[in-house]
């Protein structure tokens, strides 16, 4: 699709004119019809000075014709309006990320005092899978190695973690978050088993919690998605990936338990859409109800 110069010109001599607009914008978008057909098409000034003429092959013209008068018919449908939802409709619940910062500081100091808790508590492949220790892809969650591993995982809750809070409430969250994060490690030692994998630290529930945000964008963007393209429906999906990527990849260390990142991650995406899911059905049947009612009332 291109607009018209002495080149072409002889050749849309040969082409049927399928449509005529005002502007060169309003021509393009009714050529990108034309060209979702798989049909060629050329855009072509006429006599008249700002009137640009849409052309394409006489054979195809007939059928172009109709799908740009249906395009043109779906235009004019009107759409009912979305309603409008505060993103953040609960607290942060810092009690909630209080209680959870003590558990952690709580459990590293008692990590000091007893070094086997650790080994005890860890989440390990062989632990969980081969000796059926069901505990550790949750303990594991409140361990960490050293004084920056459990700052920075308190930073990165106290964000994502009061994030969830606001979107969702600040205990279902939280226990969102974990459960996330305990799924994480256990696909973890599933995947890596019957190899010895041992990992530490709350990132896999911090990534859970990243992935419930992108699950709830997600499935927001879906319930308004009204001819939006699916680049931008899946953009809050992608953006979180990409985030993943910066922060959670890996370290030069080696020391990264990035399958845990990735796989706590999904997790949180998939409760995250699930919850979207179920939060559209619930307002549905409620209104659904509140009409009956209002007709009932009404009778």
């Not at 007893?114 to 080994?119: D, G, V």
Request: overall charge negative; some cysteine; charged content about 15%.
């Amino acid at each position: 699709m291109s607009e018209t110069n002495q080149d072409t010109a002889g050749h849309a001599e040969n082409l049927a004119e399928v449509g005529k607009y005002p502007t060169l914008e309003q021509a393009h978008e009714h050529g990108l019809v034309i060209l979702a057909m798989r049909e060629p098409c050329l855009i072509a000034e006429t006599e008249t000075p700002g009137q640009y003429s849409l052309q394409a092959e006489p054979a195809a013209a007939p059928q172009i014709a109709s799908e740009l008068q249906a395009y043109e018919s779906e235009k004019e449908i009107p759409r009912p309006a979305l309603p409008e939802r505060e993103m953040f409709r609960f607290s942060a619940g810092w009690e909630v990320y209080g209680i959870w910062m003590l558990a952690l500081v709580g459990a590293f100091i008692w990590q000091q005092s007893h070094p086997s808790f650790a080994e005890r508590a860890a989440s390990s492949s062989i632990g969980l899978i081969g000796h059926g220790e069901w505990w550790r892809p949750f303990t594991a969650l409140f361990l960490h190695a050293d004084v920056p591993h459990l700052i920075g995982n308190l930073l990165s809750g106290l964000f994502f973690g009061t994030l969830v809070s606001r979107t969702i409430g600040a205990w279902r969250g939280w226990a969102l978050i974990l459960a996330c994060g305990t799924l994480g490690n256990v696909l973890t030692s599933a995947l890596t088993w019957p190899e010895d994998f041992t990992s530490i630290g709350a990132s896999t529930a911090v990534f859970g919690a990243l992935g419930v945000l992108s699950g709830l964008g997600f499935s927001a963007m879906l319930r308004a998605r009204l001819h939006l393209p699916w680049a931008k429906i899946a953009a809050p999906v992608l953006a979180r990936i990409i985030l993943l990527g910066w922060l959670g990849g890996g370290s030069e260390s080696g020391n990264t338990d990035v399958l845990g990142h990735v796989f706590g991650f999904g997790s949180g995406i998939s409760a995250g859409i699930l919850i979207g899911a179920l939060s559209q059905a619930t307002a549905s049947t409620g209104l659904a109800a509140n009409t009956r009612e209002e007709h009932g009332g009404l009778a």
